[in-house]
């Protein structure tokens, strides 16, 4: 796929794949109560999925590590690879099924999500080394939260070995060790994830300077946009186009998988930042987690 960034962008996703049942409903059921609803779909999703996804949608070289269920979804999700043009040899198959969320969206996009990681949990560290170590010419290195730990810091160890950048998108969130923190160069957080992880909301940029000093990260802010932290301790924020929501399922994804391709294509921390919040934007106007991603066409109207 031809690149819409300066330079050749590889990027490699180490991370979780799932299939997406999703339930639409005007308003969510309280405990003990049933409701009807308007609409079920599956999808493709996914955290590591959607970010591989939209990275390649923008252009980048993209190759994914992690592990599917050997049954009906594991095999939809791998023929939507080889379509979308991602590059899955470090894909591994397991009699574990693979795996799932059950998502609920309200009449104003917002959702709730239970993931079951399924074969995601059994990613090889030894696989994720060799996926690594062996990568032409990459670039970028991005994880999540989806998958086990310890596979995240063997990768990031190994991708700091080879010069690559790495970035960790602390979601859904779950205690991170000093060790894997220290070799993120860049952390991306939702507001909701810099408090677990800081101990207060990103409410001024006096508490956003503290967060990692020496370190660069973005904090995504939903509506409001982003705001990108220096390592220096320069804040720049980024606000959002005004759009009409009707599934924020994806979006933070959207941000990361174009934030990724952007550095790895040689763009400014900014600008990457920018076309992040564009797309992410633009994504929470359709239903779905990858199926509301731009196309390549769309992405250069965003930037």
Known sequence: ???????????????????????????LPEPGQTVAGLLFTTGFGGKGANQAVMAARCG?????????????????????????GIHSEYVELSDTPNGVAHIWVDAKGENRIIIIPGANHEIEITKALEAINSI?????VVAQC?????????????????GCITILNPAPYQEISAELLALCDWIIPNETEFRELHGELPASDEILRNFRPGKNSIVTLGS????????????TKVGAPKVTAVDTTGAGDAFVG??????????????????????????????????????????????
């Open 136 to 140: 032409k010419d990459l670039s970028v």
């Open 1 to 27: 796929m031809q690149s819409i960034g300066e330079q050749a962008a590889v990027v490699a996703v180490v991370g979780s794949a799932m299939m997406d049942l999703t339930a639409y409903a005007d308003l």
């Open 60 to 84: 980048a070289e993209v190759h994914f590590i992690g592990k599917l269920g050997k049954d009906v979804f594991g095999k939809e999700i791998a023929e939507n690879f080889l379509k979308i």
């Open 258 to 303: 174009t934030f990724a391709f952007s550095l790895a294509s040689g763009k400014d921390p900014v600008t990457a930042m920018t076309l992040g919040v564009n797309v992410a934007s633009f994504s929470v106007t359709r239903k779905g987690a990858q199926s509301s991603y731009p196309d390549q066409a769309e992405i250069a109207t965003l930037s």
């Open 146 to 162: 989806e998958i086990k730990q310890e596979v995240t810091l063997a990768a990031f160890k190994a991708a700091k070995a080879r």
């Open 224 to 235: 409001q946009g982003a705001v990108f932290i220096s390592a220096e301790g320069q804040v």
